[in-house]
Every structure is written in C-alpha cells, then in structure tokens.
Nanobody, 127 residues
Framework: QGQLVESGGGLVSPGESLTLSCTAS????????IGWFRQAPGKEREGVAC????????YYADSVKGRFTVSRDNDKNTAYLQMNNLNPEDTAVYYC????????????????????WGQGTQVTVSS
C-alpha cells in the first residue's frame, strides 16, 4: 500500500527558511495533485498550497502567498514546499496529501478532496 512521507521540518528563527519534502512510496505521484496543509495547536487544519499533477497550476493561501513556493519533481516521486521568511504564526504540523482538483476546486475546501495523507512534520518558528 502506498504512503506519503513528509520531511524537512524543524526549529528555525523568524525570517529563516525551510523546505519540506513529500515523498511517495508504493505509488506514482505524477498522477496526483498534491496539497500542503498545516495545523497549529488548537486550530483547524488549513490548506496552504496545492500543485497540479503536471505542475501546470498552483494555489496558495493568502497567508503564505509570496513566501511559500510549492513544486514537484515527478521523476523523484517528490513534492516540495519552500517556505521563506517564516514567522511564529507559521508554527504548525505540516502535512501533504494527494488531492482531487475538480473544476470547482478551492483551497479552503481542499481538505474535503484529500485522498491520502502523510504523517506530518513539525515546523516551529521561534526566537
């Protein structure tokens, strides 16, 4: 059975950067759009970015637009979330998931289109 594994989380200071990876095993990632989500303590899980299966389009939440970049390398069966200029409000567990992207897709409803989830990786931004 296939799975997604996130990596790259850690503790950074405000203004620093991190790149998260989401690697698929047991299935071919190129056939799926990938969504990135995060969940901060006491808050609901929110969608932050999404990339189409062939990277033909991307979506970003307003809170991360201009700071986060989603990408993928289908040859490596991996998707990435480059996070720049991190601030304490970005502290959360970050998850990737394969997602469906119907014509009425929106980022705020992405969690309802998730197929398979990774286990999450902790990102902590603190001085």
């Amino acid at each position: 059975q296939g799975q997604l594994v996130e990596s790259g989380g850690g503790l950074v200071s405000p203004g620093e950067s991190l790149t998260l990876s989401c690697t698929a095993s047991g299935f071919v990632l190129r056939y799926y759009a990938i969504g990135w989500f995060r969940q901060a303590p006491g808050k609901e899980r929110e969608g932050v970015a999404c990339i189409a299966s062939r990277a033909s389009y991307t979506y970003y939440a307003d809170s991360v637009k201009g700071r986060f970049t989603v990408s993928r390398d289908n040859d490596k069966n991996t998707a990435y979330l480059q996070m720049n200029n991190l601030n304490p409000e970005d502290t959360a567990v970050y998850y990737c998931a394969t997602v469906l992207t119907p014509p009425d897709f929106t980022l705020d409803k992405m969690h309802t289109k998730a197929i398979s989830w990774g286990q999450g990786t902790q990102v902590t931004v603190s001085s």
